[in-house]
């Protein structure tokens, strides 16, 4: 029995330009367009983050701060006084500083003890009496080269170098990269290439619960468990019980899941045939794994270990709970390097660790402590950043493509 085909009816039919035309589909336009508005939300939030740090940044350089003496006057002020009497309690001030009383911004001319003669109504400011107890504040102009070169963060008291506030944090993350890449990567070469299925079904959710725990049940840890633990190493005197070198090993503890979870996709990632061409060489499996899937999954490995940089800059809980609540300002040539400076066992507060202490207090708008913060954030974004840069760039580089 002859077989019909199939395509014989169409053959010499004639075909109306409407079928060719093409359909409107209503599912994958609404599909494209959520998709498209995520990734606008996304873009958009970035330019917010990256608008607000500028911004409030801009305040903190470019704008006059105001710093609080932690003086006040103790007479009345009338409005036709040029002279008033400060506590003598609290910050020194100076002939030819600008300070503010409430709204009204004033010039000191003249310091006679606890009298002070001002110059009133600067900038168009409205001349008003003023109160026993009012505060005295100073106004403070912070200059960008003094806060890269200065080692000494005290807001209060005019000091503006972020220097002890940077090292602590690239300590800490130092510490951290010591602990998490090492193991991290043996971790992962161990599950890409020695584990058999029934031990990495086993050992990848362990990891993943790892990554799940919160960052401050971390921070209690490093505090209650791994501070003592150097103090019964290296002596109480030696290790404070607020330290570095604790704060930094938990986060590389923290930060482990994350640098096996990457590399171990990018071995996995390598084609098998390299393997086994290796193998048919005469290569063990120890060096198949060391010398030709590791350099092959460079790139990968690469963007593995900057993002993990990135998070053990970034993080907060763990250092703001056990690596110190005050900036461990320093002297070159006054302080020692290794026996303070660069000590990990000493206190110390980092970027992020300070955002936190100060933000928790009670910060009035525009004031020194607030705009500071925001200085802090822009130069933590300007870090990863960078690291962000040197990663595309390296990855780039040694990217191998596989057909």
Known sequence: ???????????????????????????????????????????????????????????????????????????NMSQAATTLEAAESGAAIEVGETIRLNDEIMEVTAVNGSILSVNRGI???????????????????????????????????????????????????????????????????????????????????????????????Y????????TPLLRSMFGLETVKIFNTASAGIVVGILIIPLVTSMSEDALHAVPDSLRQAAYGLGATKLETSLRIVLPAALSGITAAFVVAISRAIGETMVVAI???SGPKNFDF????????ILNPFESAETMTGHIVRISGGDLSYDSIDYNSIFAIGLGLFLMTLTLNIISRRIVAKYREVYE
């Open 219 to 226: 921070g209690y840890f490093a505090l209650t468990f791994m």
């Open 123 to 217: 900038d168009g400011t409205e001349i008003v009496p003023h109160n026993t107890g009012v505060t005295i504040e100073r106004a403070t102009d912070v200059s960008i080269l003094d806060t890269i070169t200065s080692t000494n963060w005290t807001p209060q008291l005019g000091d503006f170098g972020l220097w002890p506030l940077i090292l602590a944090t690239i300590m800490t993350s130092v510490i951290a990269m010591l602990v998490a890449l090492p193991v991290g990567l043996a971790t992962a070469i161990y599950l890409s290439e020695y584990a058999s299925d029934k031990a990495r079904s086993t050992l990848k959710p362990i990891l993943e619960v790892l990554a799940g725990v919160p960052t401050v049940v």
């Open 322 to 324: 056990a690596a110190g």
């Open 1 to 75: 029995m002859a077989t019909q085909n199939p395509a014989t009816p169409m053959v010499g039919a004639a075909i109306q330009a409407d079928e060719l035309a093409k359909k409107p589909r209503i599912g994958e336009s609404i599909i494209q367009t959520v998709l498209f508005v995520c990734g606008a939300i996304s873009i958009l939030t970035t330019v917010g983050i990256v608008y607000i740090l500028g911004s409030e940044s801009l305040n903190f350089f470019a704008n006059t701060n105001w710093e609080d003496t932690n003086k006040r006057i103790v007479v």
């Open 333 to 340: 040539g006054e302080d020692s390097l290794f026996g303070y």
